[in-house]
């Protein structure tokens, strides 16, 4: 089977695990609102040597008030670690899976390419797909001996929120239209958007729990003024959904766009930033 390096389906992965070839499986199931929803879900059941990364534990840093969003980046060097610790060697196919709509596995799936490695994909409709194509899951949990596995050149953009206003191109925002205009906000203490951001919902990349297909997507990005060629900035709350956005366009043959991994959430942690509202 080639290589993945966006999205894989269920018969697929089930091709792919039964081949003898290295491949390394990612439960990333996370609640916003239960710290202990994902750890929980995978200890019930996942899908046969899978390992778990959790949002908060693997796929960030800590918190600091006032000065970072809610889900900072880790640096490279500990996110190598941890990769190392979960046994990933070079080349090796990396899936990502979660029970949602695939927002916290495009975050393990960015930051595989953060570090340079280049087969990763998730696995489109997640573990809800695995299971409609009548597939086992298993309680079991398979570990693996440490790699040697290192950091090569990012195949991702990212950018600071000191660089932001002056960079060239379009930013977008993956958060729904209520939080973007500023009318409603559930999470952070701010409502309202980064002046000159467009608003580009994540959530409409999808049909039926599914990623739309790759010409459905080039077609969304078109009609919202996007250009294959086009240099596109993608934020969002915290920097995960972002990255939804980031697979998304990549799946549709769009060059790379940077993310702001900070996001919404770090941005209004220093009230000189300005903050826009409405459309």
């Known amino acids: 089977m080639a ?37 929980n879900a995978y200890a ?6 899978a390992q778990s990364a959790d949002l908060n534990l693997q796929l960030s840093a800590p918190i600091i008030p006032g000065k970072t969003g809610r889900h900072p980046l880790p640096a490279r060097d500990t996110f190598l670690r941890q990769v190392q610790n979960w046994g990933v060697t070079a080349g090796a196919q990396v899936i990502a899976y979660d029970d949602g709509n695939g927002v916290f596995a495009s975050r393990l799936w960015w930051m595989f390419r953060w570090l340079g490695h280049e087969t990763v ?44 206003l002056s960079q060239p191109g379009l930013l977008t925002d993956a958060r729904d239209l209520p939080r973007f205009k500023g009318e409603i906000e559930t999470i952070d203490p701010v409502a309202g958007h980064i002046p000159g951001a467009i608003c580009l919902p994540f959530v409409q990349n999808l049909k039926g729990g599914y ?14 003024g996007i250009e294959p060629d086009s240099q596109v900035t993608c934020y969002c709350g915290s920097g995960v959904s972002a990255a939804h956005n980031i697979l998304a366009l990549v799946h549709a043959g769009f060059n790379e766009p940077t993310l702001y991994a900070g996001s919404w959430s770090e941005w209004i942690t220093d ?9």
């Open 211 to 224: 990623f739309r297909s790759a010409d459905e997507l080039q077609q969304r990005f078109r009609d919202a």
């Open 3 to 39: 290589d993945k390096r966006t999205l894989i389906d269920a018969p697929e992965l089930r091709i792919t695990i039964d081949a003898d070839t290295p491949c390394f499986i990612f439960d990333c199931r996370f609640s916003l609102s239960d710290d202990r929803y994902g750890a």
């Open 44 to 49: 019930e059941n996942h899908i046969p040597t």
């Open 121 to 164: 994909a998730i696995l489109n409709g997640g573990i809800a797909a695995w299971k409609e194509a009548g597939f086992a899951t298993t309680a079991e949990v398979k570990s693996f001996e440490p790699s040697g596995f290192q950091i090569n050149s990012p195949l991702t953009k990212s950018i600071h929120a000191d660089d932001l």
């Open 271 to 279: 009230p000189e930033r300005p903050v826009a509202r409405g459309e």
